[in-house]
């Protein structure tokens, strides 16, 4: 074999090995949401992949809508392990249905590998403004106070038996040592029609679906449900002023399937915790009242290890089942 000859061998060679490398290397990513187009988590999500494209390529969004999350979820879960598919994962879809479905498509332990988490966006207890006026109720301390005077008169409404809402009400009824009729609505909307009509006395709300009543003087707000103030409602105090380590917050994150090696997991994160650094995807997030939460794959893992603990007690307290 001659010296041009090997030349030529050795590059047809690399071309090979290389070119499938690179090849896989400018697929599109994936990002499957389990949720409708338009909500908060898709809104989030995209601004991200947005974000990614000079490190990661082209990231496509797929909604996959269905069972609370589950059938998204499940997706992502069964994909192959290559990087190129990664989901959502939120507070429903990793803590809460793995309690309140009798069966799962995924185990919500096990099925994921952690990339970081996106965001975390408080709850705000609310209460109609003049029911609270003609109850005298200024505080959060007020409520509970009223609530032991004058046992079962007060109800609060939720989106549902297991949403977010319920839960928070629930928890919040065990650690104040108050009881509250639940009423459960068809969805958050509903459930803020009911407390804007004085059908029922107070509810827990997405922060960011109760702040427009709360600055039009609606609705009242007593307490946020993270540990900390926010900077959203910065005059408002946290529940736990009151009932210390009181903390029920929404949140999600990116995932990958489990089998997804760490050094993949570890350019996702690299990639994923630099966008939500970046100023202009806090200012895009602020719009939702959304703080960012860049974190590593091992505190996100860790954090949803802790909330499904936390949620089984309070789904098997409250009863919510989905069969």
Known sequence: MNYKTLILSALTFITSVVAPVAQAQNKPIRLIVPYAAGGPLDVTARALAERVRDTLGTVIIENRPGAGGNIGADAVAKAAPDGLTIGIAATATHAVNPW???K???????DFAPITQMVRVPNVLVMNAE???RLNINTLADLIAYAKANPGKLNYGSGGNGSAGHLAGEMFKRDAGIFAVHIPYNGGNPAQLALLGGQVDFNFDNLATAAPNIRSGKLKALAVTTLTRSSALPGVPPVADTLKGFAIDTWWGLVAPA???K???ARLNQAFVAALHAPETKARFAILLAEPVPTTPEEFGTLMKTERAKYEKLVKASGARVD
């Open 131 to 133: 029911v609270a006026q």
């Open 263 to 265: 050094d993949v997991l």
């Open 104 to 110: 799962m498509p995924y185990n919500a332990a096990t």
């Open 259 to 261: 089998a997804t090696p």
């Open 100 to 102: 309140l479905y009798s």
